[in-house]
T-cell receptor, first 114, second 111 residues
Framework: DTEVTQTPKHLVMGMTNKKSLKCEQHMGHRAMYWYKQKAKKPPELMFV???????INESVPSRFSPECPNSSLLNLHLHALQPEDSALYLC?????????????FGAGTRLSVL | EDQVTQSPEALRLQEGESSSLNCSYTVSGLRGLFWYRQDPGKGPEFLFTLYSAGEEKEKERLKATLTKKESFLHITAPKPEDSATYLC????????????FGTGTRLQVFP
């Protein structure tokens, strides 16, 4: 089973709203990732958590705040977003076995900021 | 700077018409090369990983190969359900957390 579950599937929010995206995996993976994907573009890495600690932040604006409550869960808290933040937000997870870590992706959350 | 380039950008095939997608890379210390399939509005689905030049992997109508400079995804006798965007990504150097993606090839297979 290589399932990564993301909720909600769709989210519409105003620029003053606060919302959260959730991601869950039960594969025992110790790395979890957030990506942002615009139409007809490849995924862009935002954050990486390794062993529940933030290991990579790709200079993402502070209106995006990641959280890793435990090894199975990953959240992305959203506040005061801009219309240009509308995109598909993808979560992924992988083992950390050194050779070449296969990242398994969830189905994504389609976010629209009005 | 590490770079991944995919070609063609888009490919239209008749059902049964075999072809190949290209992924060329310039990286320091390749750790792994990955192929993903992505349907519109969905997350990328893992297809293959290749680690060293000469390696090949097959799955149904798809076959991935790797040289020191590029990888090919060969599609044999494609069907309309093979229509999707195919993404190539590499991991390189000491940082195995990061995937460097190409811009993808959008494949359409017509009946």
């Amino acid at each position: 089973d290589t399932e990564v579950t993301q909720t909600p599937k769709h989210l519409v929010m105003g620029m003053t709203n606060k919302k959260s995206l959730k991601c869950e995996q039960h594969m025992g993976h110790r790395a979890m990732y957030w990506y942002k994907q615009k139409a007809k573009k490849p995924p862009e890495l935002m954050f990486v958590y390794s062993y529940e600690k933030l290991s990579i932040n790709e200079s993402v604006p502070s209106r995006f705040s990641p959280e890793c409550p435990n090894s199975s869960l990953l959240n992305l808290h959203l506040h005061a977003l801009q219309p240009e933040d509308s995109a598909l937000y993808l979560c992924a997870s992988s083992q950390l076995d050194g050779a070449g870590n296969i990242q398994y992706f969830g189905a994504g959350t389609r976010l629209s900021v009005l | 700077e590490d770079q991944v380039t995919q070609s063609p950008e888009a490919l239209r095939l008749q059902e049964g018409e075999s072809s190949s997608l290209n992924c060329s890379y310039t990286v320091s210390g390749l750790r792994g090369l990955f192929w993903y399939r992505q349907d519109p509005g969905k997350g990328p689905e893992f297809l293959f990983t290749l680690y060293s030049a000469g390696e090949e992997k097959e799955k149904e109508r798809l076959k991935a190969t790797l040289t020191k400079k590029e990888s090919f995804l060969h599609i044999t006798a494609p069907k309309p359900e093979d229509s999707a965007t195919y993404l190539c990504a590499v991991q390189a150097g000491a940082n195995t957390d990061k995937l460097i993606f190409g811009t993808g090839t959008r494949l359409q297979v017509f009946p």
